[in-house]
């Protein structure tokens, strides 16, 4: 069965820090791959999404993922932080006509 | 504007009344999906949509129904509302594998 785990719950950086959230995937085949954030009172909305190619993927808001196949791994990244990206991130995984299985999230706290 | 609506945003309802939920989507989704989000949980699916009139049960269906009458609109009903029903409602359409478009969710708190 898919299954997705985010292992950090809370996670605290200083503005202009790089940030890195973690996500690991269990799935028997070629992975869809995807991050949404969930701003406070909103929905969620898609950051970006790995279907196969180049491992390194490039989404909105300045974030890129780079998936591992070997490590089951799809990790989110930015290089410096803004305070505007407080928010809640999960990672989910997909294939097909089958639905997304979701990680628990990680709620992220910017430091001024 | 394309997307999901969902309506109303923020409801109070009574213990034991019925209370539905809609979602009306513009994607032109075959599939279709309702969430609740509460802290520590997650999002837990209750019920999905396969297509007009196909719909099937998710994790946390007990208390829950859904009809979806055209490609459009999803409907979640409680049908006696609980205060463990208490929670944010989202609902979704989409794919595994194009993800997919959330609506902003409906708050509902059960007095």
Not at chain 1, 42 to 58: E, I, N, P, R, W
Not at chain 2, 32 to 60: A, F, N
Request: aromatic share 12%; net charge neutral; charged share 15%.
């Amino acid at each position: 069965a898919q299954s997705v785990t985010q292992p950090d719950i809370h996670i605290t950086v200083s503005e202009g820090a790089s940030l890195e959230l973690r996500c690991n995937y269990s799935y028997g085949a070629t992975p869809y791959l995807f991050w949404y954030v969930q701003s406070p009172g909103q929905g969620l909305q898609l950051l970006l999404k790995y279907f196969s190619g180049d491992t390194l993927v490039q989404g909105i808001k300045g974030f890129e993922a780079e998936f591992k196949r070997s490590q089951s791994s799809f990790n989110l990244r930015k290089p410096s932080v803004h305070w505007s990206d407080a928010a809640e991130y999960f990672c989910a995984v997909g294939a097909g006509a089958q639905k997304l299985v979701f990680g628990q999230g990680t709620r992220l706290t910017i430091n001024p | 504007d394309a997307g999901i609506t969902q309506s109303p945003r923020h409801k109070v309802t009574e213990t034991g009344t019925p209370v539905t939920l809609r979602c009306h989507q513009t994607e032109n989704h075959r599939y279709m999906y309702w969430y609740r989000q509460d802290p520590g949980h997650g999002l837990r699916l209750i019920h999905y949509s396969y297509g007009v009139k196909d719909t099937d049960k998710g994790e946390v269906s007990d208390g829950y129904s859904v009809s979806r009458s055209k490609t459009e609109d999803f409907l979640l009903t409680l049908e006696s509302a609980t205060s463990s029903q208490t929670s944010v409602y989202f609902c979704a359409s989409g794919t595994g594998n194009y993800g997919y478009t959330f609506g902003s969710g409906t708050r509902l708190t059960v007095v």
